[in-house]
């Protein structure tokens, strides 16, 4: 089967679903789920952006400065309308990091459902924490991810930390639901790509 087929069968499992993508800071959430919102005619929706456009920008920035997660009751508040906007009707939604917070699973999934666009798999993008300070000293240097207020090393030290604590539980739900599928995260972005693309037609077959 050719690249092309593999991406049109997966395309046709996936429908309008979503796919829900996690990892610690500088696994590559974004990049990837762009990469795949591309290949699947799907909508890229990603939580850190949406909060950056939310209109109280003094609440964000504060949130953001420390490494926080947003409190749930504000988080859901900002994100789930984004979910039911018309023009996603006939695409499918490739999530990056949506609903970070344990507690936040059930509402998200049932927001995804009731939305049209059920959470079809959790792919969690696997990355040692050595590798985590490797990335984040490299992109100091390459300055390649922009003026983040969050990209400073006692605000990772704080987001790893809440990785840690607040978000492996939410990957290890979706586990106990049998959606999780996880992947490597430390080969070059290409090879990651043809991993979860592998792995999703395995979901599709």
């Excluded at 939580?47 to 997660?69: C, E, F, P, W």
């Excluded at 000293?137 to 607040?166: H, T």
Aim: proline fraction near 5%; aromatic fraction near 6%; include cysteine.
């Amino acid at each position: 089967m050719d690249s092309d087929d593999k991406v049109s069968k997966i395309a046709n499992w996936l429908g309008t679903g979503s796919i829900n993508i996690f990892g610690c800071p500088f696994s590559g959430k974004d990049t990837q789920a762009r990469k795949l919102a591309d290949l699947l005619g799907g909508v890229f929706i990603g939580g850190g952006d949406i909060l950056r456009s939310y209109r109280d920008q003094a609440l964000v920035k504060k949130l953001m400065s420390t490494g926080d997660l947003f409190p749930t009751d504000l988080y859901l508040q900002i994100v789930l309308p984004y979910l039911s906007r018309p023009e996603f009707e006939s695409r499918p939604l490739i999530l990056s990091s949506v609903g970070r917070l344990h507690g936040e699973e059930p509402v998200i999934m049932k927001a995804t459902a009731n939305s049209g666009h059920p959470i079809k798999t959790v792919i969690s993008l696997e990355l040692p924490e050595v590798t985590v300070w490797q990335r984040f000293e490299g992109a100091k240097i390459d300055k390649d991810r922009g003026n983040r207020m969050d990209d400073k090393r006692e605000v990772l030290e704080n987001r790893l930390k809440k990785f840690k604590q607040d978000t492996l539980p939410v990957i290890e739900y979706y586990r106990t639901k049998n959606l999780l599928v996880e992947i490597d995260g430390t080969p070059a972005r290409q090879e990651i790509t043809d991993n979860i693309l592998e792995k999703l037609l395995v979901c599709a077959s």
